[in-house]
């Protein structure tokens, strides 16, 4: 069973345009993550909730809207797409200490 | 704001040898964790082995291990007995109590037979 599951794995789009990636988990978990991967390789957090309420919000532009219907879903809905924004990215959700991630969802903006 | 970092450049290691990747970290919390994760080509995100700041012992994990010095804030892995499919990019991460996870740039590891 897989643990931490994003769709789709990959996505390919005009800029402009708005599109929505779903995370959900298995695991029991209260906290969920979104990370973007840039092009580097380089790893950076952009949201966290935990059991459904918002607790970080990182400098992210407000075109990127996270919502989460229930604790075992965080989706990410990007408004108005700009090729900045072509990159990879990673669901995770945290119990304690560990961090188990998706398999990332790889955004590529035309 | 914590701060990871990995400064080694791409490492070469042979089949069977073992490597260490280092990680120095810089934070003013008492208590967070300190993780490693492997990345392979295919891009998904492996987490490999877990620290707490108030472990005394090394966290071990089969073939990996870190190596925890807290007074110099490093948290170094070793991959023993490395394999081919041990091939990926490595990152140390840290998870303070505010429980997000801070990444250091990586390392690419590559093995050669």
């Known amino acids: 069973d897989t643990a931490v599951s994003q769709t789709p794995k990959y996505l390919v789009t005009q800029m402009g345009n708005d599109k929505s990636i779903k995370c959900e988990q298995n695991l029991g978990h209260d906290t969920m993550y979104w990370y973007k991967q840039d092009s580097k390789k380089f790893l950076k957090i952009m949201f966290s909730?935990?059991?459904?309420?918002?607790?970080i919000n990182e400098t992210v532009p407000n075109r990127f809207s996270p919502k989460s219907p229930d604790k075992a879903h965080l989706n990410l809905h990007i408004n108005s797409l700009e090729l900045g924004d072509s990159a990879v990215y990673f669901c995770a959700s945290s119990g304690t200490w560990e961090q188990f991630f998706g398999p990332g969802t790889r955004l590529t903006v035309l | 704001a914590q701060k990871i970092t990995q400064t080694q450049p791409g490492m070469f290691v042979q089949e069977k040898e073992a490597v260490t990747l280092d990680c120095t970290y810089d934070?003013?919390?008492?208590?967070?964790?300190l993780f490693w994760y492997k990345q392979p080509s295919s891009g998904e995100m492996i987490f490999l082995i877990y620290?707490?700041?108030?472990?005394?012992q090394n966290a071990t994990e089969g073939r990996y291990s870190l190596n925890f010095q807290k007074a110099r804030k490093s948290a170094n892995l070793v991959i023993s007995a490395s394999q081919l499919g041990d091939s990926a990019m490595y990152f140390c991460a840290m998870n303070p109590e505010s429980n997000r996870l801070a990444f250091g740039k990586g390392n690419q590891v590559v093995v050669i037979p």
């Open positions: 909730y935990n059991n459904k309420e918002l607790i």
């Open positions: 620290q707490g700041s108030y472990d005394e």
């Open positions: 934070t003013s919390d008492q208590s967070y964790g």
